[in-house]
């Protein structure tokens, strides 16, 4: 099965910076990978999708690339309210769902 | 706007049995495949069972094989998971969860989670 690795497991960022989450698949998956946001009590939220399209209403400052087993996850601009954890993941055969380990991203 | 809402969590005992449901609305539940994801407080998210449109197909997490069923009601809108011989490892929020824009390889809605504990 796919494993999806994140780096790093958290990270301490100041409002206005430039954020960057890595997600490391154990095999190639082309272009097959999402981020979606986590809030502590909320449900996941999707972000990106196919490594690099912004869902409908995400704000532009997200942004993600990649290919084949490396993958980044960029906030351009940290706001206040991007302070949450991130997962990426993958669709596979079986399991049907792999998600990486998470990213928190707390305040500085 | 798509809803979806899950109920029948709670605490049950180890080795007890529990029924989710996810109501689903604002869209036509018949016409998509549905996804029951848990997460572990404190921990990641974890996919559990998948069933298509018509409920013919149905996988499971190798963790939950066997002991829990997902079914889907489309006239009542409305997804399922029996969940049986429950362990202290099943406590967990659990989410149903469909595709989005995005398509059926990504959750693009979620319910608001609901949380299940095993414990004596």
């Known amino acids: 099965a796919i494993q999806l690795t994140q780096s790093p497991s958290s990270l301490s960022a100041s409002v206005g910076d430039r954020v960057t989450i890595t997600c490391r698949a154990s095999q190639g998956i082309s272009s097959g990978l999402a981020w979606y946001q986590q809030k502590p009590g909320k449900a996941p939220k999707l972000l990106i999708y196919d490594a690099s399209s912004l869902e409908s209403g995400v704000p532009s400052r997200f942004s993600g690339s990649g290919s084949g087993t490396d993958f980044t996850l960029t906030i351009s601009s940290l706001q206040p309210e991007d302070f949450a954890t991130y997962y990426c993941?993958?669709?596979?055969?079986?399991?049907?769902?792999?998600f990486g380990g998470g990213t928190k991203v707390a305040i500085k | 706007e798509v809803q979806l809402v899950e109920s029948g969590g709670g605490l049950v005992q180890p080795g007890g049995s529990l029924r989710l449901s996810c109501a689903a609305s604002?869209?036509?539940?018949?016409?998509?495949?549905m996804i029951w994801v848990r997460q572990a407080p404190g921990k990641g998210l974890e996919w559990v069972s998948y069933?298509?449109?018509?409920?013919?197909?149905?996988y499971y997490a190798d963790s939950v094989k066997g002991r829990f069923t997902i079914s889907r009601d489309n006239a009542k809108n409305s997804l399922y998971l029996q969940m049986n011989s429950l362990r202290a490892e099943d406590t967990a929020v659990y989410y149903c969860a469909r595709e989005g824009t995005g398509g059926s390889n990504y959750l693009g809605y979620w319910g608001q989670g609901n949380l299940v504990t095993v414990s004596s």
């Open positions: 604002g869209f036509t539940f018949s016409k998509y495949e």
């Open positions: 993941q993958h669709f596979n055969s079986y399991p049907l769902l792999t």
């Open positions: 069933i298509s449109t018509s409920g013919s197909t149905k």
